[in-house]
């Protein structure tokens, strides 16, 4: 079965400063992967995908993400935090072959301090 | 329309009372999805739309879940006999196909 796991739960860093948060998938093939970000009362909106083109993808808002298929991780980066970063993050794997539901991880809460 | 929409934006019911979540799609999204968001999880799949057709309701928690999308376009997720544990945002997402899904602002349903 395909899952993803996000490393942490709670990720703090102060303005300025990069971002990381991490995600591992688990899949026998090699998966489409996306980050999803949830800010409060807000819908979900998509960071950015992997769909097994380049492994460097770059998303909206300065994020990116690289695949590494040797490490089974999808870690997503920002060079320099903003205040309106400070979000919910979910990484999230799409399995093949099963209509296009998505599978998300427990997520992790970015907050940004001054 | 813009986006996907979904009413009502909250819901509080009593214990044993059915509801009816209702979502608007893009116009034009093939596929439809729903899923359930607990309190400090990640949301959870529960059934796909492909138009009219119900391809996948294996994330469905009990049979008294029922979801419909009749004309291939407005779906409506009924929940009977509610339980407290029924208590979550419930989201819909659309999409062309399988690609890209893009989602509603939710339902927050909270049963007392």
């Known amino acids: 079965a395909q899952s993803v796991t996000q490393l942490d739960s709670h990720v703090s860093v102060s303005e300025g400063t990069p971002v990381l948060l991490r995600c591992n998938y688990s899949s026998s093939y090699s998966p489409s992967l996306f980050w999803y970000v949830q800010h409060p009362n807000k819908g979900l909106q998509l960071l950015l995908k992997?769909?097994?083109?380049?492994?460097l993808v770059k998303g909206i808002n300065g994020f990116e993400a690289e695949f590494k298929k040797s490490e089974t991780s999808f870690h997503l980066t920002k060079p320099s935090a903003h205040m309106s970063d400070a979000a919910e993050y979910f990484c999230?794997?799409?399995?093949?072959?099963?209509?296009?539901?998505?599978?998300f991880g427990q997520g992790t809460e970015l907050s940004v301090k001054p | 329309g813009a986006g996907v929409s979904q009413s009502p934006r909250y819901k509080v019911a009593k214990r044993g009372q059915d509801v009816a979540l209702r979502c608007d799609p893009i116009?034009?999204?093939?596929?439809l999805f729903w899923y359930q968001q607990a309190l400090g999880q990640g949301p959870e799949f529960l059934t796909y739309?492909?138009?009219?057709?119900?391809?996948?309701k294996s994330g469905l928690p009990s049979d008294r879940f029922f979801a419909e999308r009749p004309e291939g376009s407005v779906s409506t997720l009924k929940i009977q006999r509610t339980q407290q544990e029924d208590s979550a945002v419930y989201l819909c997402a659309s999409a062309i196909g399988g690609e890209t899904q893009y989602f509603g602002p939710g339902t927050r349903l909270l049963v007392l």
């Open positions: 739309f492909q138009n009219e057709a119900q391809l996948d």
């Open positions: 116009s034009g999204h093939v596929s």
């Open positions: 999230v794997v799409r399995p093949k072959d099963q209509g296009g539901k998505l599978i």
């Open positions: 992997y769909t097994s083109a380049a492994t």
